[in-house]
């Protein structure tokens, strides 16, 4: 049992949650919280989301009830319903969600009693249990996904042919979320989908509350949002399937032909399009071969991200760029089952590399594991050194990176050293993105 | 009984009458009958704010050598990936390692909220001693552990023998006060309970028999002044402040950010105390006063030419240099004026709103005043006995009235303001500039730590970011043309207060 986390690279289930509606063209949260929380997670996200705060309605402009010791002894369903009818009032939004925090969850607040009081077809409001103690924030992200799904999308009859849902990427918490949604919707496009990923530019509520036609629900994740997609199974009977983060070629390969197959899409369509990708990928590649093997660019590496990012980033490190992740670290704490299945992936390396593999939440902790993994110097004179190296991780792992001499790249959260809009990782086009930022951190001293 | 022998302090809506909803005018403030009082109002729509969890963390984050353990789900504190960022500039500004603050939370999960974190809470301690090896840990008290009720003063009684760092107990229940501003008092709080009285023996004073060494003590502390900092200031702030006192030779104790624990009982051995923003520090000023007699002065935020003015005043008085401090006052604020002039045209008539802390709002709005502009109106985070003077101040400078707005935030009145005063520019707290800017008003950030805001060079730093602002303002107005604000279209149509219930007293604008 671990009594406590260093520096927790997530937030809880209502920070996560409040940035899952805030990305949600066209809806309105409302935290039934205490008055810190908000700004709480304004200032996290104001350091540790590559400069991006809140979007639409987010940051200090969210409608929060503010609870107070008064609220604390008499109860705040009445607070509640008052903020939820003036909100109608004030903001403007065509779906308004609920979002509880530790307080109104520990005093016991009847928030679905209040939201069958206030809401109607015109205005409809949903809520979810997202108190802080429950979970962290991609709990948070998966309950907001189940509340949608449950109260929000429409049953529908027959299922539409090539229509399919994309989920698994949690808004904030994959800083690149915005970029690596669209790369990804892009390449379903071209396999002839239409593709509907709630939080992507081309998304809107109402593609989101007629989701249920479609024939197939596609998880980018292990982790976040497979509950979810169980609970759209038996709600609306659309099939899931979970496929890792892809970055880059042999990633987005291996995505396209899963979708692919679970779709029964002709093999030469897929075929033709991951070879056309990959062309255009290599083109891209062709200059750099010089100064790739002429600056000797090739780096032992240490990863250390989410379920997704932990294993989407060593797989393209080792099986595309040619480098050699020796240790890569989870920082999250899934359950056994889930635990196991993102493990395996390790174990499938088509490099046949075998990197060290760890759950850790303390980043302090991650050198200690390196040296399990690579031996430390003992002063011999000819020490094969964990060198040259590079550490793919947070900017929590700064330190690590200098202790070591390796160069760093921020990519999993928290991010704060860097400025993020629409850059992916996602994709092919992301691999080309991730080769340009690694190994322009290598030469930016040049 | 004082109140460092409580568990925890007082909120400040019951020892200061603090408030935070409320709307006037600056003439309607300046003239109360019954100043210091202010009923506080309520909203019946409000939008999500901070707590006292964020500053005092921005204050404990910058201690050396400490480590803070968040007692609560794991997201109470997030806010620290920002702060961190703060402090490690902080550091680097003093040519200290920038190295990251060490935060932990104890995430209590649902269990935990069931049957009670203590047990939880002494076996992190006891780890993250043995691990971490920090001076001191502040154990900070959230919602989720308060409303179960942990006993947290009890756990670190009981553990306190077996550890080697110093534990310390921070209350800072977000649910339990509306004055965030109560986070100085929950910091300052251990400080004067555990940390002013311990006094190191090797500084001690040793009998030495040399005569000359005693009388440079007695001059050192003779000389000795305690500028309380807030986490606002950077390093370039307060080296302004530190040049002013030099000119009086005096040298300045800079308490309590980026202290070191260790020596934070050097406080207690100053000749005075002075803020440099009088709503952060009343509750440890009384204290030190109370207990070491040290005397302080509490007057206003050296932020303009005449509040710096007249913090050097105050300061100057209690050394009996006044005639010194007019002649030094002069010469600065005449060099000071001149070098403004080339911005004169560029400020002119421009009309600015202001919207930030209690103090800093309204000194931010005289120097504004000071360099030309027009005031649009004003919101500050809270009101108290300590604004009293700075709204006199400034119905005083100009013959204008505007609408002043107690607010913590609640950005939907601000952005039914913008849209109806339009003024040229808009100055606002960090996290604070996004209504302006998406309403297309350019923006300059008035609480950036590590930005000059403080003393003369302040002044003009201010103006040369403001020159710089609105030369060129594409960036907002372009923004504003393409996004749009969350709120209903006829809420802009609507009374800015019209859902701010306005305690008895005041008669609204
Ligand atoms: S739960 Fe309470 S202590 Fe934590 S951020 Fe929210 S208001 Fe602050």
Known sequence: MR???????????LGGALATVSALPGAIPIMHAASGCAGNFAWAASGGTGLQIGGHCGGLSVPSSNVQESEVVFGGAERLREQIENTFEVMDGKLYVVLTGCVTEMIGDDMRAVIGEV????????????????????????????????????????KVKNKVNLWGIAPMLDVFWRGNIEVLCGLLTRLGLDVNAFFGERDSLDRLRTSSSAELNIVVSDAYGVEAARLFEEEHGTPFITVPLPIGPSGTDAFLRKVGEALSIKDSVVSGIIEKENE????????????????????????????????????????????IPELAVCTD??????????????????????????????????IRHLSERWPSSRGERYYHAFSPAFVVGSSLDRELAASIGAGHLSVSFPIVNRAVLDRSYAGYRGGLHLVEDLLGAIVAGR | MSYFDEKEPPKREDRLQACIAHHGTICGLANRKNCKCMNDGDRLFTQGSICQLLPALAMMDSFADSAILLHGAVGCGSCAHAQNAVTKAGNAARGRPAKDTLWLSTALDETDVISGGEVKLGAAIREIDSRYRPG???????????????????????????????????????????????????????????????????????????????????????????????????????????????????TANFFPLFARPEEMYRVTQAAVSISTCPTHDDYLLDHLKEKYGIPCIISTMPIGIENTGQWIRDLATFFGLEAQAERFIEQETAELKSALKQFEPAFSGKRAFVSAGEIRSFVTAGLLIELGFEIAGIRSFHHDEYADAEYRKLAAKTDQDYVVNIANAQPFEEANLLRKLKPDIFLGHWNGNSTAAKLGVPASVIYNTGLNFIGYKGVFEIARRLYKQLTNTAYNRKLSVHVRLPYAESWYGEDAFKYLRQAGGEASA
Request: hydrophobic content about 35%; aromatic content about 12%; overall charge negative.
């Open chain 1, 3 to 13: 009594n406590f986390i260093e520096r927790p690279r997530y937030s809880c289930a």
């Open chain 1, 280 to 323: 255009t990928y290599y083109r891209y590649l062709d200059p750099l071969t010089d100064p790739y093997n002429d600056f000797d660019m090739q780096r032992y590496a240490v990863v250390i991200g989410d379920c997704n990012y932990s294993y989407g980033l060593t797989k393209f490190l080792a099986d595309d760029l040619g480098w």
């Open chain 2, 136 to 250: 001191d840990l502040f154990v900070v008290v959230t919602c989720a552990p308060a409303l179960t009720g942990d006993d947290v003063d009890g756990v670190i009684r009981n553990i306190q023998p077996q550890v080697s760092a110093r534990l310390h107990a921070v209350y800072c229940q977000g649910f339990k006060t509306k004055i965030w501003a109560t986070a100085y008092d929950s910091v300052y709080h251990p400080l004067g309970r555990d940390l002013l009285g311990l006094d190191p023996e090797e500084d001690e004073p040793v009998f030495t028999g040399d005569e000359l060494a005693d009388i440079k003590d007695e001059y050192r502390r003779k000389h000795a002044v305690n500028v309380m900092t807030v986490s606002s200031m950077g390093r370039v702030d307060e080296l302004e402040l530190q040049r002013i006192l030099s000119s009086f030779n005096l």
């Open chain 1, 119 to 158: 809401t109607s077809p015109e205005r409809p409001v949903i809520g979810a249990e997202t108190a802080g103690f429950k979970g962290n924030s991609y709990f948070g992200y998966d309950a907001v996904l189940k509340c949608l799904f449950r109260d929000f999308v429409e049953k529908s009859g027959a």
């Open chain 1, 333 to 366: 704490e899934p359950k056994e089952e889930l635990a196991e299945v993102v493990a395996g992936r390790f174990a499938t390396l088509e490099s046949g590399l075998r990197p060290s593999f760890v759950f850790e939440t303390d980043g302090s902790e991650i």
